[in-house]
């Protein structure tokens, strides 16, 4: 069935956009990760403007996020006191990135830097967890204890910071500037890149601070709902490129996939969780590694004035 | 007998002059036919070409060029052109290069290549040869721009008609339709007729509120996606108890 979309001005078949939507949506409430590196670039394949599928996938994201998050809370799956404290330092964060977009879309040239460190960060994050995770899988294979996930849960520098908290879902006590630290790093690199801040946040709560693999999912969809809702609002304001039949349409089926997503990580071991995640992680680097240094499929590209 | 007289005439009609977008909108066929009249009914001369143009609303542009520095590819120049048409359709009844010279297929604007696009930069003629042939072939892919050769046929040298695709994609805006009628490789009459291309009903709706409450319409959004969000947990909550 073919559905024309009034912002992006084509017309798309409506069951590919619902399929694309719910397989995000599985792997958003699954990881926790929002699923925007896949929705955008598969959209603009599809011949959607990037700003349209940048615009469109923030605000799927957002309902995502809220069926992700609801889904994890039944299971008191989420920490609404780390997810605040996330949210806060994210808001700082955008604000702050937004200003420095700014500043280096004049330059010109920088945002290849910024990919080139992105790729490097992901890289970074996602060996790491492969890492990790084999060796977890491969102790309980063997019949060992699986070794703790992070060998400092209490990392010198966030043990320093003043006035701690207690974070009962987390399970930790820990001073709020960690979290909110954290929160303000994703919110930065979510606006400069426009990908995922859900492949920074998983990591960094798991092996930064320890905190108990039972709430990260829905701690991290807790504040990336809160960051896309915003991002669609700036979209709606400044770009005009919010499609709402295609933000529509993917969130029929990402709606449905998040609840899903969430109750199929429910079965599967956390080790194997994270290893799969490592893996989309790593995948995402490559890809965008690739992205920058094969030869483009245009070479031209066209910008209204 | 009067020599202007001797020329023949157009009568141009096309089967739409406004085209709606819905939400079914996959694309459109525009017919463009009409009858040519020769003055004191003479008969015609056989060898009688037509050759329709259609083009989109004008607007400026800003053309990037990718190159590999240092292995990566970035983008490392650009040119700005002042009017580029949205969309450039030419239907012919045969090869342009058959059809009339190349100096007034220039001046006629017939034939993609013969396009102006007015280039912005004081750059290189090389450099902005370089631009617009990207700009082309760019939209030449996303089906913006193309050539039917052979989709005009002459019945009798007295009545033609053209078949061109609209794509799906197609931008919206006055567009118009401009006819040529082609003796001896040389124009002899040309007639024009507007067509209006725009969205309407829901999308129109959408287009507008996008453009005009750009608040409401970012917070219709979220609120949206929320109660979705809600009403899947609701609906799987239900179905788990």
Do not use: C
């Amino acid at each position: 069935m073919h559905l024309y979309l009034p912002i992006a001005g084509l017309s798309v078949n409506a069951l590919v956009i619902v399929l694309l939507g719910g397989m995000v949506g599985v792997l958003s409430g699954m990881f926790g990760v929002g699923g925007g590196f896949l929705t955008t670039p598969l959209l603009i394949f599809y011949g959607v403007p990037p700003a349209v599928a940048v615009a469109s996938s923030a605000t799927q994201i957002t309902g995502t996020s809220v069926s992700g998050v609801l889904a994890h809370s039944r299971r008191q799956g989420v920490d609404f006191r780390m997810g605040m404290v996330l949210v806060a330092g994210g808001a700082v964060g955008s604000f702050v990135g937004g200003f420095v977009f700014h500043l280096l879309q004049k330059t010109g040239q920088i945002d290849t830097i910024i990919s080139l460190l992105y790729v490097a960060l992901l890289g970074w994050i996602g060996v790491g967890m492969a890492r990790e995770s084999v060796r977890a899988v491969l102790a309980t294979r063997e019949g060992k204890p699986t070794p703790p996930i992070t060998t400092k849960r209490h990392r010198k520098w966030i043990a320093a910071l003043p006035f701690r908290w207690r974070f009962y879902g987390a399970g930790l006590y820990i001073s709020p500037l960690a979290p909110f630290l954290l929160g303000f790093v994703t919110g930065l690199l979510t606006v400069l890149m426009g990908v995922g801040g859900g492949f920074i946040l998983v990591p960094g709560l798991l092996y930064l601070f320890g905190v108990s693999a039972r709430v990260v999912v829905g701690t991290s969809l807790f504040q990336g709902l809160f960051v896309t809702a915003t991002t669609t609002l700036v979209h709606a304001m400044t770009t005009h490129a919010v499609d709402l039949v295609l933000a529509g349409l993917l969130l029929i089926g990402s709606v449905t996939g998040a609840q899903i997503g969430s109750a199929l990580v429910q079965r599967v071991r956390p080790e194997r969780a994270r290893m799969m995640l490592a893996v989309i992680v790593m995948a995402v680097a490559i890809r965008m590694a690739l992205g920058l240094t094969w030869r483009p499929d245009a070479i031209y590209t066209v910008q209204l004035l | 007998m009067l020599i202007g007289a001797s020329e023949p005439k157009l009568v141009p009609d096309v089967s739409d002059t406004q085209i709606d977008i819905a939400y079914s909108f996959t694309g459109a066929e525009l017919l463009l036919f009409g009858a040519i009249l020769y003055p004191g009914g003479r008969a015609p001369t056989p060898d009688t070409d037509v050759a329709v143009v259609i083009k989109g609303p004008a607007e400026p542009l800003l053309v990037r060029e990718k190159a590999k520095v240092a292995g990566i590819w970035i983008n490392h120049a650009s040119a700005r052109f002042r009017s580029v048409p949205s969309f450039y359709a030419v239907a012919t009844s045969r090869p342009l290069d058959r059809l009339v010279s190349a100096r007034t297929a220039a001046i006629y604007e017939i034939g993609i290549d013969n396009l102006l696009l007015s280039p912005a930069n004081g750059s290189s003629a090389s450099e902005q040869a370089r631009f617009e042939s990207g700009l082309i072939d760019l939209k030449r892919r996303a089906g913006l721009y193309a050539e039917h050769v052979g989709a005009v046929s002459v019945r009798e040298g007295v009545l033609y008609r053209a078949l061109v695709p609209i794509p799906a994609r197609v931008p919206v805006g006055q567009y118009t339709a401009e006819t040529y009628l082609i003796r001896n490789g040389h124009i002899v009459a040309a007639a024009t007729r507007q067509i209006n291309i725009g969205k309407s009903g829901f999308e129109r709706f959408m287009a507008q509120a996008a453009a005009d409450y750009p608040l409401l319409y970012g917070l219709a959004a979220i609120l949206i996606s929320l109660l979705m969000g809600f009403a899947a947990a609701l609906a799987f909550g239900r179905v788990r108890r």
